[in-house]
C-alpha cells in the first residue's frame, strides 16, 4: 500500500497530490493528513472515484484514511 503524507498542508493541495496518485494507477493508499478540510475534501474525492475510504485515526490535528478501489 502506497502511503501520502499530506499533513501541513492546505487544500486543495491535499486533494491535488491524491487526485496524482490515483490519476498515477494506485489502488490503495494510506493518507496522512492534518486538516479537517482536508479530511472531508479528500474522503469525498476518494468516493467520487469509486474508492472504500475508511477514516483509521480522526484526532483534531491528526488523521489517517485508507482508501481501496
Do not use: Y
Request: glycine share 6%; hydrophobic share 40%.
Amino acid at each position: 500500500m502506497n502511503k501520502l503524507d499530506v499533513r501541513g498542508l492546505s487544500c486543495p493541495v491535499p486533494v491535488l497530490r491524491t487526485k496524482k496518485a490515483i490519476d498515477d494507477g494506485a489502488t490503495e493508499l494510506l493518507i496522512m493528513g492534518s486538516s479537517q478540510v482536508s479530511k472531508e475534501n479528500v474522503s469525498k474525492l476518494a468516493a467520487s472515484q469509486g474508492f472504500k475510504v475508511n477514516i483509521k485515526v480522526d484526532h483534531k490535528d491528526l488523521w489517517e484514511m485508507e482508501i481501496k478501489k
